[in-house]
């Protein structure tokens, strides 16, 4: 017997979890199916970014900071440390111990929001009349349907043709957060979000880093003045980062570790031997299992679920958010269009702005930034003023030790209305937020740079940076 609802949501990641709770708020009778799995078998609510993503990952890029900074930072503070030494299992123990409970805190979330989960795989069965049939294939199996269905499926992994994730040697996101013991040479192929952070974790812990990227300039999503400072602190921190080559055949020699062999930007042949490789060229849509054509769902080159602005699929009353359709790979884009969602079937007026997403690199130093960069504004040929303000300025970064970095406005030069702001610096991840806001409601660099900032703080260099697009700073 078919289990009757309002919503179903496929997938429990940030997309998926977010609209069943928001859909639940709003009087909907709610399930979401996630097959995501522990160790011990039970249910791992939040997929790929609470599992093997973002929650997992700055877990360990805060505990190998810690690290470092007991072996090559602490004396400048007149704290001396005798003895260091890691225990590398106990930190990946307290990284899975830190994911749990954002597992756990999820199941709460949908016990306090009425949402019926259910454990294993959700697929299409048919469309009809009473709604959409979909299947849940797990350790019970059941049969559901709904008015809507919402598909939050994810991404994943995009593996090197010839080259299998085999988890042990060449390693996804998934297998970089579990390795046994710190590799003593560690390659990367893609320099990336992953690539850099995991790239810094396994750095600070004592391996010998290389990055080979493909193409020629470092970031090149990131705007040009902020990546080049990027770079530099990377390469002084012991990165090694080859831009613009070209891989070619990769062996998994097991024991021997992995081979890598490539072109550099010279042409010259090159081979570069590895105990483990790190991939991180992208991830792909992910509908394995979903069986779209059961019900006529439109996929695109890609493999990604076609929708609309308000992501509509073509079939009515279908949804489809987050990774698996289009605009950036981000969790928090994907929860933004979950809340969305679940208010446009309430008949609401959801809201996504694409151009006042931030986009955040939890390396130290962090990177940040929402709206455009210098070099897109050029290319559209917009008019601009720009302003930057350097951290080594800044008297709270000067006494965190850490003035690595700046604060870059990009105004209007006709009305003076931020474009976009990037910085790359001490907690660049919080302090963007300020400038989402201010883009949100149209403000103007004036407005940001006669808001009072608290002194000492990081924010100052926000402020500063905003006064530099009308040639005023008062601190540098």
Same mark, same amino acid.
């Given at each position: 017997?078919?289990?009757?609802?309002?919503? =179903?949501?496929?997938?429990? $990641?940030?997309?998926?979890?977010?609209?069943?709770?928001?859909?639940?708020?709003?009087?909907?009778?709610?399930?979401? !199916?996630?097959?995501?799995?522990?160790?011990?078998?039970?249910?791992?609510?939040?997929?790929?970014?609470?599992?093997?993503?973002? !929650?997992?990952?700055?877990?360990?890029?805060?505990?190998?900071?810690?690290?470092?900074?007991? $072996?090559?930072?602490?004396?400048?503070?007149?704290?001396?440390?005798?003895?260091?030494?890691?225990?590398?299992?106990?930190? *990946?123990?307290?990284?899975?111990?830190?994911?749990?409970?954002?597992?756990?805190?999820?199941?709460?979330?949908?016990?306090?929001?009425?949402?019926?989960?259910?454990?294993?795989?959700?697929?299409?069965?048919?469309?009809?009349?009473?709604?959409?049939?979909?299947?849940?294939?797990?350790?019970?199996?059941?049969?559901?349907?709904?008015?809507?269905?919402?598909?939050?499926?994810?991404?994943?992994?995009?593996?090197?043709?010839?080259?299998?994730?085999?988890?042990?040697?060449?390693?996804?996101?998934?297998?970089?957060?579990?390795?046994?013991?710190?590799?003593?040479?560690?390659?990367?192929?893609?320099?990336?979000?992953?690539?850099?952070?995991?790239?810094?974790?396994?750095?600070?812990?004592?391996?010998?880093?290389?990055?080979?990227?493909?193409?020629?300039?470092?970031?090149?999503?990131?705007?040009?003045?902020?990546?080049?400072?990027?770079?530099?602190?990377?390469?002084?921190?012991?990165?090694?980062?080859?831009?613009? =080559?070209?891989?070619?055949?990769?062996?998994?020699?097991?024991?021997?570790?992995?081979?890598?062999?490539?072109?550099?930007?010279?042409?010259?042949?090159?081979?570069?031997?590895?105990?483990?490789?790190?991939?991180?060229?992208?991830?792909?849509?992910?509908? *394995?299992?979903?069986?779209?054509?059961? *019900?006529?769902?439109?996929?695109?080159?890609?493999?990604?679920? =076609?929708?609309?602005?308000?992501?509509?699929?073509?079939?009515?009353?279908?949804?489809?958010?987050?990774?698996?359709?289009?605009?950036?790979?981000?969790?928090?884009?994907?929860?933004?269009?979950?809340?969305?969602?679940?208010?446009? *079937?309430?008949?609401?007026?959801?809201?996504?702005?694409?151009?006042?997403?931030?986009? =955040?690199?939890?390396?130290?130093?962090?990177?940040?930034?929402?709206?455009?960069?210098?070099?897109?504004?050029?290319?559209?040929?917009?008019?601009?003023?720009?302003?930057?303000?350097?951290?080594?300025?800044?008297?709270?970064?000067?006494?965190?030790?850490?003035?690595?970095?700046?604060?870059?406005?990009?105004?209007?030069?006709?009305?003076?209305?931020?474009?976009?702001?990037?910085?790359?610096?001490?907690?660049?991840?919080?302090? !963007?937020?300020?400038?989402?806001?201010?883009?949100?409601?149209?403000?103007?660099?004036?407005?940001?740079?006669?808001?009072?900032?608290?002194?000492?703080?990081?924010?100052?260099?926000?402020?500063?940076?905003?006064?530099?697009?009308?040639?005023?700073?008062?601190?540098?």
């Amino acid at each position: 017997m078919s289990k009757q609802f309002d919503v =179903v949501v496929i997938g429990g $990641g940030p997309g998926g979890y977010i609209a069943a709770i928001r859909a639940a708020q709003l009087g909907f009778n709610t399930a979401c !199916i996630d097959e995501w799995k522990a160790k011990d078998g039970k249910p791992a609510l939040g997929g790929t970014c609470t599992n093997v993503g973002c !929650i997992p990952s700055k877990a360990l890029l805060q505990s190998s900071e810690n690290f470092e900074h007991a $072996g090559k930072h602490f004396a400048d503070h007149g704290i001396q440390v005798q003895g260091l030494s890691l225990d590398l299992q106990k930190m *990946i123990g307290r990284k899975d111990a830190v994911v749990k409970q954002n597992n756990d805190g999820i199941q709460f979330l949908f016990k306090k929001n009425k949402v019926t989960f259910f454990h294993g795989r959700g697929s299409f069965v048919k469309s009809g009349a009473e709604g959409h049939e979909v299947k849940v294939t797990g350790a019970a199996q059941e049969t559901l349907t709904a008015r809507h269905v919402i598909v939050a499926t994810g991404s994943n992994a995009r593996a090197l043709p010839g080259a299998p994730f085999d988890e042990v040697n060449i390693l996804s996101n998934d297998g970089a957060l579990r390795v046994p013991q710190v590799p003593a040479k560690l390659g990367l192929i893609g320099s990336g979000v992953i690539g850099l952070e995991m790239g810094s974790v396994w750095r600070r812990l004592g391996a010998e880093v290389t990055i080979l990227e493909g193409l020629p300039t470092f970031l090149g999503a990131v705007d040009e003045q902020i990546a080049k400072e990027a770079q530099k602190a990377f390469t002084k921190q012991g990165l090694k980062i080859e831009l613009g =080559v070209k891989v070619g055949e990769v062996k998994n020699n097991g024991a021997q570790g992995v081979s890598v062999a490539y072109t550099n930007a010279k042409g010259e042949a090159q081979t570069l031997v590895v105990d483990k490789l790190i991939v991180s060229i992208g991830r792909v849509p992910n509908t *394995i299992g979903l069986n779209p054509e059961a *019900i006529g769902l439109k996929l695109d080159e890609r493999g990604a679920i =076609v929708v609309d602005g308000d992501c509509r699929t073509n079939v009515p009353n279908v949804w489809a958010i987050g990774d698996v359709v289009r605009g950036p790979m981000l969790a928090h884009k994907a929860e933004e269009e979950g809340v969305a969602v679940a208010e446009r *079937i309430a008949g609401q007026h959801g809201h996504v702005n694409f151009n006042t997403i931030p986009w =955040v690199i939890y390396t130290s130093p962090e990177i940040a930034w929402v709206g455009q960069t210098e070099q897109q504004l050029k290319a559209a040929g917009v008019q601009y003023k720009a302003g930057t303000f350097p951290f080594m300025a800044n008297g709270r970064a000067r006494a965190l030790g850490d003035t690595t970095g700046m604060v870059k406005f990009l105004a209007d030069a006709a009305t003076d209305e931020i474009l976009g702001v990037h910085i790359v610096g001490p907690m660049a991840s919080e302090l !963007i937020s300020e400038a989402v806001v201010a883009m949100e409601f149209k403000a103007s660099a004036e407005d940001i740079a006669r808001i009072c900032h608290a002194h000492p703080s990081l924010s100052e260099a926000t402020k500063e940076a905003a006064l530099a697009v009308d040639k005023r700073t008062l601190n540098f």
